[in-house]
């Protein structure tokens, strides 16, 4: 489907593997697409007992590629939002494993897996106010309940850059790792879960989620509908512009 998107199966265990280096794997439509997609026929198949989400080439993802923001979007659910609700609704257990960059996008859906580890050189940033935008993902209820209320104020209000022993004593991520074995501690996790019986796990995640699954999705409508306003703001739009001729000005001539 998408050669940004790397899929492998091992007993059991899907891997799916954000596959943009280029971009220290910034999201773009179809990278989100293929992840919503993979994400769905996984938890349709009966072979499947877990998920492994990471990044390649020692990031996990710079967050939605500001390039795609620029683009018409038609009505309806963005990529984004798609992939959101795809790991909302799945009953297999979602684990990530943290390399480098998480921004953005890239530290909201990990409010969605249920296992997260991080390498201790890993940094997780939320910019969307500094970007002129809002949260999304349902951070704008789901993190406080997740890290309480003035941790997700520093974090969303701020966009303020936090290491992962921060994230682990908040309770947003499972573990902290030494460099480049956030997958292997991952993929152990996986393991484990995937020896276990698989209907009674698959049902204990169900009764975990069913009261929260309607608020989030409701969540991700009402973010929704203010985040597209202010991808049209001037706000949004300088912001916009100041990064594209940062990043240009910094290009080797």
């Known amino acids: 489907m998408s050669n ?21 794997n910034a999201l773009d439509a179809q990278t989100y697409l293929a992840l919503a997609t993979y994400i769905r026929e996984a938890s349709t198949d009966d072979q499947t007992r877990a998920i492994v989400l990471t990044g390649a080439q020692g990031h996990f993802t710079a967050g939605n590629d500001l390039k795609d923001f620029q683009r018409p979007r038609p009505a309806g659910d963005s990529p984004g939002i798609t992939l ?19 921004i953005g996008i890239g530290v909201t859906m990990l409010q969605h897996c249920d ?28 993190l406080a309940q997740l890290v309480g209320a003035r941790k997700a104020s520093d974090w969303l209000l701020r966009g303020r850059a936090f290491k ?4 682990l004593e908040a309770g947003f991520i499972t573990a902290v790792t030494p460099p480049g074995l ?46 597209t306003d202010r991808l049209k703001s001037d706000e949004a739009q300088q912001a916009f512009a100041n990064f594209f001729k940062a990043r240009e000005a910094t290009k080797p001539r």
């Open 4 to 24: 940004t998107v790397l899929r492998e199966t091992n007993h059991g265990i899907l891997t799916l593997t954000i596959n943009r280096p280029e971009s220290r």
């Open 84 to 102: 959101l609700r795809s790991l909302v609704d799945s009953d297999l257990p979602i684990i990530a494993a943290i390399e480098g960059n998480a």
């Open 115 to 142: 296992f997260v580890y991080a390498a201790d050189n890993a940094l997780f940033k939320i910019p969307f106010v500094p970007l002129g935008l809002c949260p999304e993902g349902a951070s704008s209820t789901l």
């Open 164 to 167: 992962p022993q921060e994230a």
């Open 182 to 227: 956030a997958l292997s501690h991952a993929l152990q996790t996986a393991t484990e879960l995937a020896a276990l019986p698989p209907q009674a796990l698959q049902l204990s995640k169900q009764m975990m989620k069913h009261t929260l699954r309607p608020s989030l999705h409701a969540a991700f409508d009402y973010e929704w509908g203010h985040f």
